[in-house]
């Protein structure tokens, strides 16, 4: 997951005042925040799939509080949950690694 959230930084080049050049920048920056909003809606949809997940295997009866029995199912549940997540990323960074170097 490491990769996941990390930016690049890029070099823009703003060409000329013609037009050329800014609208590579402006298709650039665009691009950007297309992909940054994509990613925001991966993590909002991570996070509801973890939401539901936990409350279905911790919470046996909504109720106006809750228990410490279910507070540390749901937070067990959620560090399980991510610690998987990156052992698997962490995994398939090494698969596609060895891929590019094969």
Do not use: Y
Request: one cysteine or more.
């Amino acid at each position: 997951m490491g990769d996941f959230f990390n930016n690049s930084s890029e070099n823009f080049d703003l060409g000329s005042s013609s037009g050329g050049g800014t609208d590579k920048f402006k298709a650039d920056e665009i691009q950007k925040v297309i992909m940054m909003e994509q990613q925001k809606a991966q993590l909002n949809a991570q996070i509801q799939e973890i939401s539901e997940m936990c409350w279905e295997k911790c919470v046996d009866k909504p109720s106006a509080k809750l228990g410490s029995k279910t507070e540390a199912c749901l937070s067990n549940c959620v560090k399980r949950f991510f610690d998987s997540s990156v052992i698997i990323a962490h995994r398939f960074n090494q698969l596609i690694q060895r891929s590019n170097t094969g």
